[in-house]
């Protein structure tokens, strides 16, 4: 695990913790494993000799959006009591971050067996959805009808050390469109970064300087999307919490205020 | 091999149209295939052209277009070129190498086609060397040089996330003290194939996936200049410019060589013009006409032109191609004709039943795999050609399926008894060590074009290009945006290879015929 953490985040020892963590809680960084079916693949990991569910494959806005073979996951779960699916122990919730450095040795690709078939219909089949539509439609949003002039806050959630990505449009349209309509005067943006506590008493630090980053890229994609006219107070929290290995992924977040 | 082509039109439209009764289509002005600028030819509401396939049809809405004087039919600046030179009917409105070889033989090389600006290898080569322009008389290849670094939204050179070398350059551009990567105005010489005008209501929609962020990596879109609101960014290969006012306008400056920016009249002629041209194959020669009252639905350029605009496909509500199971199984009879097409469209269908549920394993691939689908996924064709009645995608379209990026780009095999040699650049690509390495290729990547990240300044747009619309394939080979696929069969092949698809033989040629009749 070390190579892979090293480069992933920084490796801290193992800090106090207040309470005894949740025997439940299973959080490590591994090796993705993806295994094939008669439907969609599933998408596993082992740890301390025990395969675990991750999530199926899905669709852009699916909860919980597959890894990738050549790079190592950061996996924040809770050991759940239902069924195995495709051979692992169901994690719910669980939270998945890829590790931005590649890794060559994350490649195991299982082939389908009888035993694994699903039991139930995935969110979608592996080629065009089925008569539904693949995702949520997500139409261009317009300007609220009735924009109330108060304050109204929104939260950015980010994986484990990641700036914005594909998930990013759906959380900021909403923002840009209400501080237009509102004509905002005044946008507050503040970053926060996280640590995380694995099941083995390691805590990984995200970057030292991500809050800030994440701060001042929010700021630099709202005025790049023309929202130039409102004053921008962009602030970051320096110090992430100290970690539970429970909620840990909340602190990876950025809130921004719209104001009138 | 060169084809008779007036002789294959008149012919073939005159056997099919006795086989299976189709209406002419309207006026054609065969056996002119090529629009020169400043004709004044009248452009009527329907246009067919022959290709190695059958027949391509060109519509065009509303009434009649009278071209003189109009402005994507004139020369308007000094190479002599009109939009028309490179966006012709008969190809698609693209320009397909063949016709570019037509016409160096026809003028010997002095068409405004091949003005040296961009129609040749580079400028300070011999213009009257075919060598010269080799890229574009066998890849249908025009240069653009793009400026390096890249301009931000604000105009400034922005700090890129790469560095950029050249490793290897036959055409000697990118190594020029006056055109090159070094010269006191640095540009990087791409080369790429021109893109179709038509069908552009599905190039440029406002509907599904177009936000105020690219839906690829959440960054800003690039926006409408006239209405502020955010564009699909799927015109040209790299998303450059946002709308097709704005494309005009750089063309003409740099293509035509125009000196004077376009006037807003002229402007709105142009964007009038492409709004209103449809195109896509009409007549396949073996499985006769594809725009029958009681055929599939999605095919012919009618199906464009009556079809909503920005609607994902990918599902078995809308579809990519609407073929309503119609050529599914047909009857077989005495007449071997009727036989032998019936067998020809039956092998459509089922190409495009490989288009949409054929699965196969998507690995590696920038702005796919790193969207939320995991790495790989199993999935189809339709997954990224899923925009209804186009096989674009709906969203911010580029990626990398490794078309020019190392190891996947086509390159000439380096050995003793090949005399052949590489024809494109080869550009050495280092992420910079404050931005995570290319989550697929590492932190140095070997390219062809790097594509977007050449407007982006991203590592991670390395190699990503926009996607192309599927439909009037068989009026423009070569294929991908270097021209290195030379048949529609060859782009199956390079998928095939690509993902380690495993097509049988029957698949391929199934879907290479699909392909072809759209």
């Known amino acids: ?260 | 091999m060169t084809r008779p082509r007036a002789f294959i039109a008149i012919a073939a439209a005159s056997s099919l149209l006795s086989l299976l009764a189709i209406p002419p289509a309207g006026t054609t002005d065969l056996p002119d295939r090529w629009w020169g600028p400043g004709e004044g030819r009248s452009w009527p509401n329907a246009l067919d052209y022959s290709n190695d396939s059958g027949t391509s049809r060109v519509l065009l809405t509303g009434s009649a277009l009278a071209t003189r004087g109009h402005p994507f039919f004139e020369p308007l600046g000094a190479s002599g070129r009109a939009c028309v030179t490179c966006h012709q009917p008969a190809d698609g409105m693209s320009l397909s190498a063949t016709t570019a070889r037509e016409r160096w033989k026809a003028t010997q090389g002095k068409d405004p086609l091949f003005a040296a600006v961009d129609g040749s290898n580079c400028p300070n080569l011999p213009q009257t060397d075919a060598a010269s322009h080799s890229l574009l008389l066998e890849r249908g290849l025009i240069r653009v040089a793009l400026p390096w670094p890249p301009r931000g939204a604000d105009g400034k050179p922005m700090d890129p996330e790469f560095t950029i070398e050249v490793v290897r350059d036959p055409t000697g551009c990118n190594g020029s003290p006056v055109y090159g990567l070094y010269s006191p105005d640095p540009r990087i010489s791409v080369y790429r194939r021109p893109r179709p005008v038509a069908n552009t209501k599905y190039t440029t929609h406002e509907n599904f996936g177009v936000l105020p962020f690219i839906g690829k990596n959440g960054l800003p879109a690039t926006r409408d200049p006239d209405t502020g609101r955010p564009s699909v960014m799927n015109l040209m290969a790299d998303a450059r410019f946002p709308t097709l006012r704005t494309q005009a306008v750089d063309a003409a400056a740099t293509h035509l060589q125009m000196q004077t920016p376009l006037t807003r009249a002229q402007q709105d002629a142009i964007f009038d013009f492409e709004s209103r041209v449809y195109v896509a194959q009409a007549v396949d020669r073996r499985a006769g006409s594809l725009t029958e009252a009681d055929g599939p639905s999605g095919l012919g350029p009618q199906a464009l032109q009556k079809g909503e605009a920005g609607v994902l496909g990918n599902n078995t509500t809308r579809w990519v191609i609407p073929m309503e199971n119609k050529w599914k199984t047909l009857p077989r009879g005495a007449d071997e004709a009727v036989n032998a097409r019936n067998a020809a469209r039956e092998s459509i269908q089922r190409g495009h039943d490989v288009y949409m549920f054929r699965t196969f394993w998507i690995r590696d691939s920038m702005h796919l795999n790193s969207v939320g689908l995991g790495n790989p996924t199993k999935r189809t064709c339709a997954t990224c050609h899923g925009m209804h009645l186009t096989g674009m995608d709906t969203a911010n379209g580029w990626m990398d399926i490794g078309t020019t990026n190392l190891p996947w780009a086509s390159e000439v095999p380096l050995n003793p008894w090949n005399t052949a040699r590489p024809e494109l650049p080869l550009f050495k690509v280092t992420c910079k060590e404050r931005v995570p390495p290319h989550p697929f290729l590492g932190r140095v990547i070997y390219t062809q074009d790097p594509g977007r990240a050449l407007i982006s300044g991203r590592c991670n747009d390395v190699g990503t290009i926009v996607i192309q619309q599927l439909r009037g394939l068989s009026a423009r080979a070569p294929y991908f945006s270097n021209g290195s696929a030379s048949t529609l069969r060859a782009v199956v092949d390079y998928y095939d290879r690509r993902y380690n698809i495993g097509y049988s033989e029957q698949e391929k040629e199934d879907l290479t015929n699909f392909l072809g009749a759209l």
């Open chain 1, 1 to 260: 695990m070390s190579r892979g953490a090293l480069a992933f985040g920084l490796l801290l020892p193992a800090l106090a913790v207040a309470a005894t963590p949740d025997p439940a809680l299973r959080n490590f960084v591994a090796c993705p494993i993806v295994r094939d079916t008669a439907s969609v693949p599933c998408w596993l990991a082992e740890y301390q000799g025990e395969l675990y569910f991750l999530t199926l494959q899905a669709d852009v806005s699916a909860p919980v959006n597959p890894p990738w073979l050549g790079h190592r996951v950061l996996v924040e779960g809770k050991r759940s009591d239902k069924p195995r699916i495709c051979g692992g122990i169901v994690l719910e919730p669980v939270h998945l971050s890829v590790v931005a450095e590649p890794d060559a040795s994350c490649n195991t690709m299982l082939p389908a067996e009888d035993r694994y078939n699903l039991t139930f219909d995935p969110p979608r089949p592996p080629g065009p959805s089925g008569g539904r539509l693949a995702f949520n439609t997500l139409p261009m949003p317009s300007a609220p009808a009735d924009v109330k002039r108060e304050p109204k806050s929104f939260t950015m959630t980010y994986d484990f050390n990641g700036m914005v990505n594909f998930k990013t449009p759906f959380q900021l349209a909403p923002v840009l469109e209400l501080a237009k309509a509102m004509s905002a005067s005044r946008i507050e943006i503040t970053g926060h970064r996280s640590a995380a506590l694995l099941s083995d008493g390691t805590v990984l630090q995200e970057r030292p300087d991500l809050a800030q980053r994440r701060a001042e890229q929010i700021a630099e994609l709202l005025r790049g999307a023309g929202l130039t006219v409102p004053a921008y107070e962009v602030r970051w929290v320096q110090e992430a919490p100290p970690p539970d290995g429970v909620g840990d992924y909340r602190h990876r977040q950025v809130e921004i205020v719209v104001l009138p």
